[in-house]
């Protein structure tokens, strides 16, 4: 059974990633050339190493304490996977909301935790004022394909701070 629920900052230490495995063996990613986006063979296997994961329970601690919303998906009682969205409205047009992260654990993958944690994150942002999510999202195929069963599309408006900030190729907007 999955037991979604908001973490606090006493749940955010290395221990709580004991059982979550980060790993994607991406081999093919999407890339704009010529203002078309196109499929490119990209092999590499992505992972956190201790020094990200470190950095990312710093980050997320940050973020509790600033009033931004992280949750955790955890199944038999170990985290699974977790998102986090900041709790500043910004953008000149739209009123986004940054989807920061949005991770499930490789052997949890393709079973609803994702699309449960993407929902929670879009009502707890709605809830808060933004209009829609913005996500700095990794171009591998299969992360893009969720976002797209999502119903997330390209961004209208590129936040180029948040673009230098989280190095991603693909910068999407998710209308909440």
């Not at 999202?137 to 999502?150: I, K, L, P, T």
């Amino acid at each position: 059974m999955i037991i979604y629920r908001e973490l606090t900052i006493d749940d955010i230490d290395i221990s709580i990633f004991a059982y979550f495995d980060r790993t994607q063996n991406v081999t093919k990613c999407w890339r704009k050339t010529n203002d078309n986006w196109v499929i490119q063979d990209i092999a590499f296997i992505d992972n956190w190493s201790d020094e990200e994961y470190r950095a990312g329970i710093d980050y997320l601690k940050h973020l509790i304490q600033s009033a931004g919303y992280v949750v955790g998906g955890f199944w038999n009682g170990k985290l699974k996977g977790f998102a986090s969205v900041e709790p500043v409205i910004f953008g000149t047009t739209a009123k986004y909301m940054n989807l920061s992260n949005i991770h499930i654990s490789q052997d949890m993958r393709r079973q609803g935790m994702g699309k449960e944690l993407f929902a929670l994150v879009k009502r707890w942002a709605k809830e808060h004022g933004a209009e829609k999510l913005y996500i700095s999202a990794h171009s591998a195929v299969e992360s893009q394909s969720f976002y797209q069963s999502m119903g997330c599309v390209e961004a209208v408006e590129y936040n180029k701070e948040l673009a230098e900030k989280e190095p991603c190729d693909c910068q999407l907007e998710c209308v909440l």
